[in-house]
């Protein structure tokens, strides 16, 4: 009779404990697998030998193996790929994964995929993507990497979809990384301050009703995301809308620092530099 790896079944035990020790894959398991050749693949991948590693796992899709086998291995060849730089690959790695296991739990996989799309133009793509895994997966807490790479596009082109879409997937927030990278850290990378501080009120008040324990978390999770390279970045968007005389910019930009770090040394420096160049802009026209 065969066993793991079409060995004896005490060794077959020492080789998936070896794996375990290695680094807890969930090694594929059937006859038609090679085991000592899958083994090889992931030891180089725990090695950061991805060359080793992608040909290996190349080498087994060509196996007859069942989905559940594909798509796992299918899943360290895309990332393999992506570490060797070879983005076009490893996405189409990922879509030949979607074909075998449509309803694939491998999210962080899936956004690179969607950010490929998008780097690429291909929208459709990335949005069928989107709506794909929020309709199978919209109450899973482990999506939180695609939701990033979703409300950063959303931020860049309509920052209301944002918190939209905080409101339709705060009750999956469990840490306060999610809540930083998904849904603060976008705004205020692109400079809207007034959906932050929206989304922010609206996580505050959900979770005062339903998870007090995590008001506090929400709270750190904004203040970090007002980081010191975020103010500095804005204020400098300030200084250079000034300086060409665009002050209803100027004015935008300021409005942010005031509304969202009124104390802080830019922000003060800010309204000190516009007193400034509206009084001398006055004298001008006189």
Known sequence: ??????????RGRGLLWLVLLLGGAILPAAAALDGKAWLLAYQAYLRQDFSTAQQGFAALLQDELTATEKAEILSYHAKSLQQLDRPAEAAAAL?????????TPHFDELAFLYRYYLENGEVQKAEMLWDTVIQRWGKTSGIWKLVAAHTD??????????VQCAEQLVPLAIAKEDLLTAFYQ???????????????????????????AV??????AYEDAISENIVAAYFARFSAALQADDLE??????????GTVPEH????????????KMQASQQGDQ
Do not use: T
């Open 265 to 276: 040394p830019h922000a003060v420096e800010a309204r000190k530099l516009y007193r400034e």
């Open 153 to 162: 596009y959303l931020a860049q082109h309509n920052p209301m979809l944002v």
């Open 215 to 220: 008001v506090e978390l929400d709270k750190r």
């Open 95 to 103: 879509e030949a994964l979607l074909q075998v296991m449509p309803d």
């Open 1 to 10: 009779m065969r066993y793991l790896f079409g060995l004896d079944r005490s």
């Open 186 to 212: 976008p705004l205020f990378r692109y400079g809207h301050f007034g959906q932050a501080r929206e989304v922010h009120a609206l996580l505050q008040q959900y979770f005062a009703a339903h998870r007090p």
């Open 249 to 258: 910019a100027a004015r935008s930009w300021l409005a942010n620092l005031n």
